[in-house]
Each structure stands twice: as C-alpha cells, then as structure tokens.
C-alpha cells in the first residue's frame, strides 16, 4: 500500500539553528515526493517536489529536502530556521495522477 | 504562480442548514479538484474528487448525499454540505491542480464550518 510516514508529531527548535522535519514512504515505481507548509488557519502552501535526478532539491523560502532512495526518505531541511518557519508542515506523495496521499503532519516550533 | 480561490473562509449557521462551498482556480483549468477535511490537528482527509463535467469520486466512508459535489466548469468546484449537523463541523479545503502527476496541487485557505 502507498503510505507516507511522519515519525514526529512536533519538532522544536531555536532560531539561527538547523532543522529537519522527517518523513519516510512506501509506494511502488518512482515516488513523486511533495513538502506544503499549513499556516494557523489557512490552506496548504505548496514548497517543493522531488520527480526525477539531483536528490537535493531545493525549494521556498530557504527550504530543502534530501531523498534518498534506499531509506525511503525525503527529509525536509533548513540551514537557519526562523520563528516565521514555525507551521504544520506535511509531507505528500503522489502516486499516480489526480491522487495524492498526505503524511499525518509535524508541526515546527521555531523559539526566539 | 497558481491560485486558487475558496469561499466563504468562515460560516456558522444552525443545524439543518444546508451550505455550499465554492473553490475557484483563477489562472489556469482544473479538470480535476479535490476536497478534503481537516479536523484540528490532524492532517488532511481526502472526501472526494471532483471532475469537470461528470460525477465526483467519493472517498470510503464518505457519503455522498451528504456532500455533494458539483464541478460544472473548467474553474469552479462547489462543496454543499446538506443539513449540515454538529459533527459536521470542521475546515474544508479544497485544491486544484495542472494535469499531470509531477504538478503540485494549490490549495484553498480553506472553510471553517461551525454548526451551532
């Protein structure tokens, strides 16, 4: 079954830090691996895809994320994190067209 | 880049009402939308797909008479809650997208649906 795995629930970290919010996967063929970002109310915001090729992509507002096939995972990195990075962050994979499957969401904490 | 319009953001209404939703792409044509449901602090569950111009897909244990979906033009999806009731409360959000699986979805910024 396609499945996408958020171990952490909250991640707490203080400003000017590096962060890493996790996620692991299982779908069969290549994964289509999407980072959104949710703020306090409102709609999913779009960050950055992996498809095909360089394993690093990078994305908005300074974000990263590393895939990495024979762990299944594409963690989502920043190398400085800002308290206006603090949201509900999910992970999605897109298994085929028109369907896509959200991990259960980590919400970031960014302290002063 | 894409935007995607929803409206209301906000609606309380007694029970028994019946409340529809509408989810607008303003720059590009979705054949394709999706709804989902969002309970506090948890993530986002798929209800239904809507497809332009035919009947919405509906999730697993979603009814359908419940939320009826309407996708009647290349830009416009609506979500009607009928007789709406307490524990319909929630945030609805819907999300469109290009064709094309590698096409990230936009959202909406969503509904909340207060029923008193």
């Known amino acids: 079954a396609q499945s996408v795995a958020q171990p952490e629930d909250q991640v707490n970290v203080a400003e000017g830090n590096p962060l890493t919010v996790k996620c692991t996967y299982s779908?069969?063929?290549?994964?289509?691996l999407f980072w959104y970002v949710q703020y306090p109310n409102r709609g999913l915001q779009f960050l950055l895809k992996?498809?095909?090729?360089?394993?690093l992509v990078k994305g908005s507002y300074g974000f990263e994320a590393e895939f990495n096939k024979s762990q299944t995972s594409f963690h989502l990195k920043k190398p400085s994190a800002l308290v206006s990075d603090s949201a509900l962050y999910f992970c999605?994979?897109?298994?085929?067209?028109?369907?896509?499957?959200f991990g259960s969401g980590t919400r970031l904490s960014i302290q002063p | 880049g894409a935007v995607v319009s929803q409206h209301p953001s906000w609606v309380i209404c007694k029970s028994g009402t019946s409340v529809k939703i509408e989810c607008r792409s303003l720059d590009f044509q979705a054949t394709t939308m999706f709804w989902y449901r969002q309970f506090p602090k948890q993530s986002l569950m798929l209800m239904a797909t809507s497809n332009e111009g035919s009947k919405a897909t509906y999730e697993q244990g979603v009814e359908k008479d419940k939320f009826l979906i309407n996708h009647a033009s290349l830009t416009l999806s609506t979500l009607t809650v009928t007789s709406a009731h307490p524990e319909d409360s929630s945030f609805y959000i819907c999300?469109?997208?290009?064709?094309?699986?590698?096409?990230?979805?936009?959202f909406g910024d969503g509904t909340r649906l207060s029923i008193l």
């Open positions: 992996y498809i095909t090729g360089d394993n």
């Open positions: 999300s469109a997208g290009r064709t094309g699986r590698d096409q990230p979805q936009h």
């Open positions: 779908v069969s063929g290549n994964p289509y």
């Open positions: 999605a994979v897109s298994p085929r067209a028109s369907k896509i499957i």
